[in-house]
């Protein structure tokens, strides 16, 4: 023992040394292996992938909240089909298309919004400050900036590549 603290048996340095340098290193390596690509798939055939799946999908704008039972919208995405449509933040979904929605859940939203991809119309009934209300929208294609904001956000992310509006 030298003046009170332990060795590690081999050499007169203190234990806690030793275990300082060792979470030094760990710390290190978590941090490179933290800064690595996390896609294993060549950047520009991401931008190739997701631009050939969003560009043939159709979306509404809203963000919805399960409560478990039922749906409230959380939000309306800006110069969206949904914010055209006149839905408003704490609307309560009633039903979509004929659809009880009052105990229904995100994943069946969901199915019932891909359901009406094929014509993209819907009546949705909600109920707003206790009245309840019937809204017409349509399901619109992603806005080529959207889609751009994506590729841009996936090549930053998993890549390590700073673009210019999605462009690699």
């Given at each position: 023992m030298v003046a009170g603290l332990a060795t590690d048996g081999f050499s007169m340095r203190p234990r806690f040394l030793k275990t300082a340098v060792v979470a030094i290193a760990l710390s290190t390596a978590a941090f490179t292996f933290a800064q690595e690509p996390k896609c294993h798939v060549p950047a520009n055939e991401c931008v190739r992938?997701?631009?050939q799946m969003l560009s043939g999908r159709r979306y509404l704008g809203?963000?919805?909240?399960?409560l478990k039972p039922?749906?409230?919208?959380?939000?309306?995405?800006?110069?969206?089909?949904?914010?055209?449509?006149?839905?408003?933040?704490?609307?309560?979904?009633?039903?979509?298309?004929?659809?009880?929605?009052?105990?229904?859940?995100?994943?069946?939203?969901?199915?019932?919004?891909?359901?009406?991809?094929?014509t993209g119309r819907l009546w949705i009934i909600?109920?707003?400050?206790?009245a309840y209300k019937r809204i017409e929208a349509r399901l619109?294609?992603?806005?080529?900036?959207?889609?751009?904001?994506?590729?841009?956000?996936?090549?930053?992310?998993?890549?390590?590549?700073?673009?210019?509006?999605?462009?690699?």
């Open positions: 992938q997701i631009r809203l963000e919805i909240v399960d039922g749906l409230v919208v959380k939000a309306v995405k800006p110069d969206s089909p949904a914010s055209h449509s006149e839905f408003k933040e704490g609307d309560r979904l009633i039903a979509v298309n004929g659809k009880p929605m009052d105990k229904a859940t995100a994943k069946q939203f969901k199915e019932t919004l891909a359901e009406a991809r094929s909600i109920q707003r400050r206790g619109e294609a992603y806005p080529q900036e959207y889609i751009d904001k994506v590729i841009s956000g996936h090549l930053a992310q998993a890549h390590g590549v700073a673009t210019a509006g999605g462009q690699r």
